[in-house]
């Protein structure tokens, strides 16, 4: 799973997995990105949290939000 997240290239799946493992796994990769300060963007109904070197830099919310 490291080397997923390190790897541009690479589209990693998790097929009939239960929702709070699948929970578990994403929050566990959003803290690992935070820690290795790495620059990505969370996107949610809400809108696009943008993160470069593990901080919340801005957060782009949809056109229907107020």
Do not use: C
Request: glycine residues 4%.
């Amino acid at each position: 799973m490291l080397n997923a997240i390190h790897t541009k290239d690479r589209v990693v799946s998790f097929f009939n997995a239960r929702m709070n493992q699948k929970q578990w796994l994403e929050n566990m990769k959003l803290e690992y990105m935070k820690a290795m300060e790495m620059n990505f963007e969370l996107w949610s109904p809400k809108g696009i949290d943008v993160y470069e070197k593990g901080e919340l830099v801005r957060t782009i919310k949809h056109k229907g939000d107020t």
